[in-house]
């Protein structure tokens, strides 16, 4: 049965689905394709008749292989006309119910807000919310920096925030119409979406479109300084066979993809430097432009740029464990400090600091675990301090503990695994495959309900979770998994060994 809704661009057709609205494959913004090609998104024109909003829009260029990692065949249906976003809602009406946007991870070369695990149905059911997730402009597209080789793209390295962006302000102009509050914004994201939330969190053009914002296993330390981004493009070009900026613009979706793994390879075999101002190393992200970004978030976040934002951050206890799968075992001191060099200052102080922490851990243990809080649980931490000299009261820090029993139990409780407990999605296609049988449904139940609350009320508090206190009360910590606890400064001294690191 068609359900329909009026936006700013025209009336849309959405339609029932086991009881909720689902409205798929709306613009937000229109494409910047052809000559707008690395331009920011621009003002979506509109249409007269009623628009089908019944299927997921295509996605972003991308080679798809994080799709296949949550459980989906890859998208063959990727286009640079990407930019739609998808609504849950209960019901039409003026409720003005919270509303949670969803930003995909996917190293920001990958993914799109369709993904099954991302299905908000289970949140609009149980906390009577408005779900809202989006695609955005991945890899070369979004984040490639063309503004040393030609003046007139200055926001080409930051085209993805800035889609982030467009959509937000979409769902401020229009969400009213879904029956949510457009004060009441809570952005929420994984990974390189999680990086996005803590982006925005101090990126000026953002203020005022959120109201609390959620960041799981990313934070805001996936910055890269303007000259590491022209090197990053520099060697982009050449990959092209030069040509400079004609060559970008010129190249279909395909080339560019080509050139995007050769560069991204390229960095991870050490002939190319990681951005020194990114604490993932990841080739394609936010820019420090001066444009969109003038200066680093956290710095920002520090200085008050989201002072009003309550936020609830934290990241899984083995993050690395997933990026590491399929890596020889460690299996020596000298090769964890080898394998540190390259990543932090004074690999073998910080080596022992954690030998002495955790003296049952095997080489192989401590290596990942070195990394798991290099890439995720530091930047969480420190984004948490950060926010909470502005937002004592509402900013909260967790760790999902619960251990997957996939791949023979390898993955631990491993990066991405917590997201289909926050959704409520235990039961969807494909997620077996990386959490294993029967995970416990009460764990999904509290995180699930925590998340709700905090939506709702800026504090995770709910009756299915224990007393949670914000982070400034001891640095309290929330661990999720067996059974769910509160912890207050958990790993001291772990954590002061990476003061000055990064």
Known sequence: MAVIADTTSGKIAGRQKKGLHLFAGVPY???????????APQIHGGWDDVRDATRFGQVAVQKGDSLAAL?????????????????????????????MVWIHGGAFVNGTGAIPWYDGANFVRHGDVVVVSI???????????????DATFPTSGNNGLLDQIAALRWVRDNIAGFGGDPDNVTIFGESAGAMSVGTLLGTPSATGLFAKAIAQSGAAHNITSRADAAALTDAFVKELGGGGVDAVLAAPPERLLEAQQAVSEAMVAGRLPRPVTSAS?????????????????????????????????????????????MDKTVEDHDTVVRRLRRVVDQPESLAAVYAEARPRATHDELFKGIMTDRMFRIPAIRMAEAQSAHQPDNTFLYLFEFASTAFDGRLGACHALEIAFVFDNLHKRGIELMIGADP???LATAMHAAWIAF??????????VPPWPP???GRSTMYFGGP???????????????SGRM
């Open 484 to 498: 769910s606890h509160l912890e207050r400064d958990p790993d001291a001294a772990v954590r002061s060994a990476w």
């Open 281 to 325: 190393g990841l080739p394609f992200g936010p820019v420090i432009d001066g444009q969109v970004l003038p200066r680093p978030p956290l710095e920002a976040i520090a200085d008050g740029s989201a002072a009003s934002v309550p936020l609830l951050t934290g990241t899984t206890r083995d993050e690395w464990n997933l990026f590491g799968l």
């Open 455 to 464: 939506a709702r009320t800026g504090s995770p508090v709910d009756e299915a």
């Open 29 to 39: 913004a229109a494409a910047p394709v052809g000559e707008l090609r690395f331009q």
């Open 71 to 99: 459980g989906t065949a890859p998208a063959p249906d990727w286009s640079e006309d990407c930019l739609f976003l998808n609504i849950q809602t209960p019901a039409l009406d003026d409720a003005r119910r919270p509303v």
């Open 135 to 149: 695609n955005y402009r991945l890899g070369a597209l979004g984040w490639l920096y063309l503004g040393d080789l």
């Open 471 to 473: 982070y400034s009360d």
């Open 440 to 442: 416990p449904a009460s």
